[in-house]
């Protein structure tokens, strides 16, 4: 089932290890949280269509935790250095959660690289009177709980068993995720001012019962990006491309086919 | 032997069955569950307690600092530490602040004029205590625990700087800055008042306090017997292989202790309050107690793998007796508890607790009245004139 190729390479100095499948025009793949620890049918579904690219993010998985990731900001230049790095020309970018913040902070600070941006559930903005989860005060079970609209999806994943292997590395991505993301929790102020800055044609995707960060945090988005669409999922938790992989592997192909001359 | 009297100042009158309904005591226990006019009231008698202690002859009497919980009313325990100061001029007591956290503090300057200021107002009687301040306290201030330790040893190093150089002068670090260093006022102590390190406990601390330059007593808390035991002697093979013999006087032990006339009416007295410490005030789940960072993940797999770190089992007197995290008994069997300790580690610094959970405050007079007239005159001369410390393989 894992019909991806791993490979390792070295950036800034740090072994960073990344996933490849598929053909055509390059997709940048940039996780949540969680990390990658299932190869979900989503992948599969990009791949039909894209060269598809899933590194772990440096402090992740099975990417080094380098002494210069500090903060969300060493994230998104590090980004700007992978995308040179792997000469990925104009890359539609995908990130979700965590990941969807990494490609906003990296956009901000040069879109050039850019090509679609595609933000599901992006972390990144506050909206006042209107709470996140806390991940950090949750307990494993009510974070997986939190995560998903179908509790289905929940006890599955809470069912599965967790190889030694994949423990450590659920420690490691905590601890990096905290890194990134403790205080202020799952927010940088500043980003918001900038936001104005990305230039590239974006599309929001948000489940309308996300427990985590909520669907009102969308607008909030919408009102710095006028001119992105948003895609709002019904029955759907903080993971859309879990819980829907089809109906957002669908809207990731078609946005991409609007950029065909 | 010294003894310093520690208290912690707790909610003793909360709403339990209310706060049970909470994921924790700390942090996320609401605010309206303490009522300020008995909160108020609790404030004179603890202090009052501590004068107790003071006046009959503890070596000194101990403040530290917890954020949003019933489990300790001293956010701020340089405030109480200062009225404290105030009662006690005159006398020798010492004043012991065991734990300003200074990494949860964005400008640790503020603890080094603060203990500079209590230091001058003692008259040199203070002990400055540094802590990282506990897991869930990363939560309360917002300070990433991922920083921790790293925050904790600059401020650690800023301040003691602030204390010992002469200013102004520039400092440029990782996490403070400041073009301005220049403690107004100096301290008394020099070249600074004496440094503690209350810890639980880790390898890493341990070869931190004990360094040759720094040589740093180290308070093991709220511990098992033989965790106490174990850490003392690791401090003491970290002396050694540094060069040096520990002494007694390096080794600390806090614990909360409660003396009654005999075995089983200390017991029958203590029970229901001392396991409101360990099961209520106390009560967090791991992601409270260890957020990320807060322990290295090397710490943190071996912790999941033996969920020692849990604190959501309930602990009965039974157990806590068998751990022998709590000093209870006659003053007969007190005494040789303390003395059983001192033979197996040499330690000579000990801070029971004299206050814990919901004991009231008459019980906590009896005890600290008996602690000081059958235990403390008996106990005191341990280690004294004594030669170097032994260890427990000997």
Known sequence: MASFKSENLTILGANIHLRRAGKGPPLLFLHGAGGVNVWFPFYEKLAESFELIVPDHPGFGQSDTPAWLRNIGDAAFYYLELIAALKLAKPHVVGTSLGGWIAAEAAVRDCAPFGRMTLVAPAGLRVAGVPAGDPFIWSHEEHTRALYHDQGFAERALAAPVSPELADIQIKNRYAFARLAWQPRLYNPDLERWLHRIKVPVQIVWGNDDKLIPVAYAQAWLKQLPKARLLPIANCGH?????????????VKSFAREAAP | ????????????????????KYRSYWSVLPNRLYDPAVGAELYQEYIDQLMMAATLGFDGVCVNEHHQTAYGLMPAPNLIASILIDRTRGMKTKIPIIGRALPLLNNPLVVAEEYAMLDNLSHGRIVAGFVRGIGVEYHSSGVNPIYSHERF????DLIIRAWTEPGPFEYEGEHYNFRYVNTWPRTVQRPHPPVWIPSQGSAETIDWASAPERKYPFIITFSPMDSVLRFHDLYKQAARQQGYEASGEQLGWAVPVYVAETDEIAIREATPHIEALFNNFLHMPLEMVLPPGYTSIKSMKAILATKKGMTTAKQTMK?????????????????????????????????????????????????LELFAKEVLPKVRGLGEGAGRVRTAAE
Do not use: C, W
């Not at chain 2, 310093?4 to 709403?15: E, I, Q, T």
């Not at chain 2, 040893?153 to 650690?156: G, I, L, P, Y």
């Open chain 2, 319 to 367: 157990d806590i007796l068998e751990k022998g995290t709590f000093v209870v008994g006659s003053p007969a069997t007190v005494r040789e508890r303390i003395e059983q300790a001192h033979a197996k580690s040499g330690l000579k610094v000990m801070v029971p607790m004299i206050q814990f959970g919901t004991l009231p405050d008459q019980n906590v007079k009896k005890s």
């Open chain 2, 1 to 20: 032997m010294k003894f310093y009297a520690f208290h912690l100042m707790p909610y003793r009158h909360l709403d339990m069955a209310e706060a049970a």
């Open chain 1, 239 to 251: 993971l859309p491309h879990v819980e829907r992989p089809d109906e957002v592997a669908n809207a």
């Open chain 2, 153 to 156: 040893h600059e401020a650690h």
